[in-house]
């Protein structure tokens, strides 16, 4: 079903509610997306007597209390349990994941939302995400290559949506350290950015002498200047051998249609589109709804 633009804006707040992921989209709209997850709350900061433990209900109006409710005992354990979410949360320590699936139907219906609604995102998350596998097998990457969380992002350097998830993703390789690493994959969405594909080709060569992140950071920072006569300068400033990167231009242009291939046969339809350890994230450009999939993957 359709969130109404009302709801969106409680989401997300007034001037912010267009930060969606997929938003550089190659279909005509964006998907509407949930809002991020509660934080968790300090002890005595407002859990009601019936609540169950570590779950603040505070700021729930009695009817969504009684959604809220209904929808622990109808929902499975978030681990895959038979037993309900409810059960899970009073009997099940070992379930954490119960702890976040809890939480994230509070923040669903402090939003606004119906309990219907709220379900259904529910489960877009915890009970049947889109799930996809990157071939990350020569992406480049940031972070330790052991780290337990593999984020792959599908980005366009044209899409402002993109340019707004770099320093997200830094973010949470600065505070997870080793524990999250990040694949980038090309997805020039040509019809929507024409210089997104050069600009792509141009990361990709820079990638051959060993400077694809540099170059990825100064295409982001200079967005709106991608022309083939600003790619050769951004090499040259960069201190590239830019004759060969000139000559690796032509095979990086294959190397980002094999991405956007790859992206093709995920249904990827916007950007930036990420998977979390293979689980497609389901949320908003903001960081403390990013932090709490990452840390409910830390706490599988």
């Known amino acids: 079903m359709r969130v109404s633009r009302a709801v969106l804006i409680t989401l997300f707040g007034c001037g912010t509610a267009l930060l969606l992921v997929g938003s550089c989209d190659s279909k005509s709209e964006a998907k509407p997306v949930p809002a991020p997850a509660a934080a968790a709350p300090k002890p005595g900061s407002g859990a009601t007597a019936g609540a169950p433990p570590g779950i603040d209900v505070s700021g729930l109006d009695p009817s969504q209390v009684k959604g809220f409710e209904r929808l622990l005992d109808e929902k499975a354990s978030a681990c895959g349990k038979s037993h309900s979410l409810r059960t899970s949360l009073k009997s099940d320590p070992k379930c954490r994941r119960s702890i976040f699936a809890a939480r994230y139907l509070v923040t669903l219906l402090k939003a606004g939302l119906l309990p219907s609604e709220a379900e259904e995102h529910y489960d877009k998350r915890f009970v049947s995400p889109d799930k996809g596998r990157c071939d990350v097998a ?78 990825h950071d100064k295409l982001f920072a200079n967005q709106d200047k991608l022309a083939p006569t600003d790619l050769e300068r951004y090499a040259g400033e960069m201190k590239l051998d830019v004759k060969k990167w000139k000559a690796d231009l032509v095979p990086a242009r294959d190397d980002v249609e094999k991405d956007h291939a790859e992206g093709e046969k995920l249904d990827i339809t916007g950007t930036p589109t990420i998977y979390i350890n293979d689980r497609k994230y389901a949320g908003p450009l903001r960081y403390e709804a990013m932090k ?9």
């Open 138 to 215: 020569t992406a480049p990457m940031r972070g330790n290559a052991n780290a337990p969380v593999a984020i792959c992002e599908f980005s366009d350097f044209q899409c402002p949506h993109c340019r707004l998830a770099g320093p997200i993703l830094a973010k949470l390789m600065e505070e997870f350290h080793d524990q999250v690493k990040v694949y980038y994959k090309n997805y020039p969405i040509s019809k929507l950015h024409p210089e997104a594909a050069d600009a792509a080709a141009a990361a990709v060569a820079a990638g051959k002498q060993g400077k694809f992140w540099p170059m």
């Open 292 to 300: 709490d999939w990452v840390e409910e993957e830390l706490n599988r």
